[in-house]
């Protein structure tokens, strides 16, 4: 999480630091965090806005804004399970970890799936143009 701020920071973005953390994180995607709270690899694929901890849509904003491209295998797997799991009404689910297949259908979960679904949209746009 420490990366966004370096990543919305237009002179620290381009930072070594930045980049080299950067590199760290696109090497674990789908990979158990070293966190115990958070060491499940469902976490990644468990969505949140505004962004409260890393999952793939906040590392893929993050590294965007840091410069990586999706043309780096590590970026593109990212966007490929993106692109999978779009819902056929265009949205994303919150989460799509194991341990949690039912949707809330809560009002407070409907608008937190627009708010995931628009962060996507623009991670895709970002990317893919």
């Known amino acids: 999480m ?3 701020a370096f990543a919305a920071h237009p002179a620290y973005r381009k930072s070594e630091a930045a980049i080299t953390a950067g590199q760290l994180l696109k090497s674990r995607f789908f990979l ?8 499940a690899p469902g976490y ?17 904003d993050s590294l965007s804004l840091i410069g990586f491209g999706g043309d780096d295998p590590q970026i593109r797997s990212g966007l490929d399970w993106l692109i999978d799991h779009q819902e056929e009404d265009g949205t994303w689910k919150v989460t799509y970890a194991q341990e ?3 949707e809330s259908k809560s009002a407070a979960r409907q608008q937190t799936k627009i708010w995931v679904t628009l962060a996507i949209c623009r991670v895709l746009k ?3 143009g």
């Open 100 to 102: 949690k297949v039912m």
């Open 2 to 4: 420490v990366l966004r």
């Open 32 to 39: 158990p965090d070293s966190y115990t709270s958070y060491q």
């Open 126 to 128: 970002r990317y893919l």
């Open 44 to 60: 990644w694929v468990r969505f949140d806005y505004p962004f409260w901890w890393n999952n793939l849509v906040a590392a893929l």
